[in-house]
């Protein structure tokens, strides 16, 4: 594990990662892999660390998740424009990695800023960013969280289980990105996408990830089984049927 400090909007933001098969001779590429929303590195390293061995692996805390405090409120494109300053670190700092590409992987909340990212290539596990309707029961408790705000009576317990031991910038954040409409992003991202779903996810459906393989101009559909986090155990597969995309 690795700690370096990026500087945006005159504020410091320490970022934790790790470099995995930096050695591999004559690599096809580096994997970014960005975590979706009260998730961490570790997770992405437990789901691919065995897999894609012919590519480096970079894996990060994004800000305010594992070891990457964060005390800013931020946004989306906050954490995109963070996350590019530290590739550009990670390419002056290791000359090895500067001709290569940089594969951009997201899962969830990681994917919209994956999406932003993404130069050539881009790789979407059950990714945030489409709309969808609420039950009836989040409703009711937007609408009552609404109400004591209003009455200045104090309602954490109403808040959503992603929203949880935030600290207050960090939940002014989850407020700011927890319902983006990303549809636009997705039609202007250029980058050959390969987009994975959970055929059984219940936090982003099915549905969504059929819309933004739509929207996406270069783009490929697979579903699997599992649900929002199948590819805890669907990483051999995701290698194989990326390599089989690519041609390699």
């Given at each position: 594990m690795a700690l370096t400090q990026i500087y945006y909007q005159n504020s410091a933001?320490?970022?934790?990662?790790?470099?995995?098969?930096?050695?591999a001779q004559s690599p096809r590429g580096v994997l970014v892999f960005l975590h979706g929303w009260g998730s961490n590195k570790e997770l992405m390293k437990l789901a691919f660390g065995q897999s894609f061995r012919d590519y480096v692996h970079l894996y990060i805390d994004l800000p305010g998740?594992?070891?990457?405090?964060?005390e800013q409120?931020?946004?989306?494109?906050?954490?995109?424009?963070?996350?590019?300053?530290?590739?550009?670190?990670?390419?002056?700092h290791f000359s090895a990695l500067d001709s290569q590409e940089f594969i951009m992987v997201g899962h969830s909340f990681g994917g919209k800023i994956a999406t932003l990212l993404a130069q050539k290539s881009l790789i979407l596990l059950s990714s945030a960013g489409i709309i969808t309707p609420k039950p009836f029961k989040v409703r009711a408790k937007i609408l009552l969280a609404?109400?004591?705000?209003?009455?200045?009576?104090?309602?954490?317990f109403l808040r959503s289980q992603d929203a949880h031991n935030l600290n207050e910038a960090m939940y002014q954040t989850f407020k700011n990105v927890v319902d983006e409409d990303f549809s636009e992003v997705f039609r202007q991202c250029q980058a050959c996408a390969y987009v994975f779903w959970g055929k059984d996810d219940r936090a982003t459906p099915l549905?969504?990830?059929?819309?933004?393989?739509?929207?996406?101009?270069?783009s490929q559909f697979f579903a699997l089984e599992g649900d929002h986090y199948f590819f805890l155990k669907q990483a051999t597969s995701i290698e194989s049927i990326y390599h089989n995309a690519i041609g390699a």
């Open positions: 933001f320490p970022i934790s990662y790790e470099l995995h098969n930096l050695n998740f594992g070891l990457s405090a964060n409120i931020l946004h989306t494109r906050d954490y995109a424009c963070i996350i590019e300053s530290f590739l550009s670190y990670i390419r002056a609404k109400l004591c705000k209003r009455l200045n009576i104090g309602a954490k549905s969504s990830g059929e819309n933004i393989a739509a929207l996406l101009p270069h």
